[in-house]
């Protein structure tokens, strides 16, 4: 499965606990005027790829998360990517790595809700 992502951060200490790697998806409908991220809102932007290659990226840090960390896809917004986020939460639980969501949760469907069975922590 494909979607898009604005960028990464490999070892990221901010996003959720311990060490993570950060997926920052693009496009979001919301328009904060505190938005760290507003070059993310952009649907278009960003670069197309599939949920494997970020789980083959996100493991290669896999060393380095100790007990608490793992994975945290931010935003944008991954909520308008629902179901290419449950695809890489997927991935990620069959290779043992921590997931969380970072969201303002500002959508709530049945594709929402199957991630969030896949979810280990969400930052809202």
Known sequence: ??????????LGTV???GVRFVVFFQ???????????????????GKEITANEIVLKA????EYFGKNGGITLSGGEPLVQADFAKEIFFLCKERGINTCLDTSGCLMNDSVKKLLELTDRVLL
Do not use: A
């Open 1 to 10: 499965m494909n979607g898009r992502i604005h960028s990464f951060q490999s």
């Open 27 to 45: 496009g979001c409908p919301l328009r904060c005027s505190c938005c760290h991220n507003p070059d993310t809102w952009d649907y278009n932007g």
């Open 15 to 17: 996003d959720g606990p």
């Open 59 to 62: 493991e290669r840090f896999k």
